[in-house]
């Protein structure tokens, strides 16, 4: 059933993202719906095991999270990048960088890597390393917080959250 609907949903996303039809004529490209069909139909057999066993719903659910993730990120991106350039353009340079430990609640290692991920790719962090008990070890250009708690609150809690809906 995972594969069948993970097979399904990658065909409705392809074919809204293409939109395989002849803008001219309006007449729908038989070929490209084919191959459009057999990459999904593997898509459904590699990667539907990945699926969570909770359902349709429950899939459904989490790509709703996912497109909900999207905006969080960019906007944390976009505030990053202005930060990041400012921190390159004024003339004192004032940076303070040095590596923090933050704690995460997510406990699937999909969720760990999407955050740590999500925390590389913001300008100003990077992820140096992921332990088993639930720590981060960040590299921040400028520390605010030492101490867990802050650190944490600052670079991981605007992700987790919705992190954690999407893979928990």
Do not use: C
């Not at 699937?108 to 991920?117: F, H, K, V, Y």
């Amino acid at each position: 059933m995972r594969k069948m609907t993970l097979t399904i949903f990658s065909f409705i996303l392809w074919f809204l993202l293409v939109w395989p039809f002849d803008p001219v004529t309006k007449a729908p490209d038989v070929q490209s719906i084919v191959i459009g069909a057999v990459v999904a139909l593997f898509v459904g057999l590699l990667f539907g095991d990945r699926l969570p066993a909770a359902g349709v719903g429950s899939f459904f659910r989490r790509f709703a999270w996912l497109l909900v993730y999207i905006p969080v990120f960019t906007w944390a991106l976009v505030v990053a990048n202005l930060d990041v350039a400012y921190r390159v353009i004024h003339h004192a340079m004032p940076i303070r960088p040095g590596i923090v430990k933050v704690r995460t609640k997510l406990k699937s290692r999909e969720g760990r890597t999407m955050l740590a991920n999500s925390i590389t790719l913001t300008p100003g962090t990077m992820t140096v390393d992921i332990t088993d008990d639930g720590y981060l070890y960040i590299h921040w250009i400028n520390v605010k917080h030492e101490d867990v708690e802050g650190a944490t609150r600052d670079i991981v809690e605007r992700f987790e959250r919705i992190i954690g809906r999407i893979f928990e």
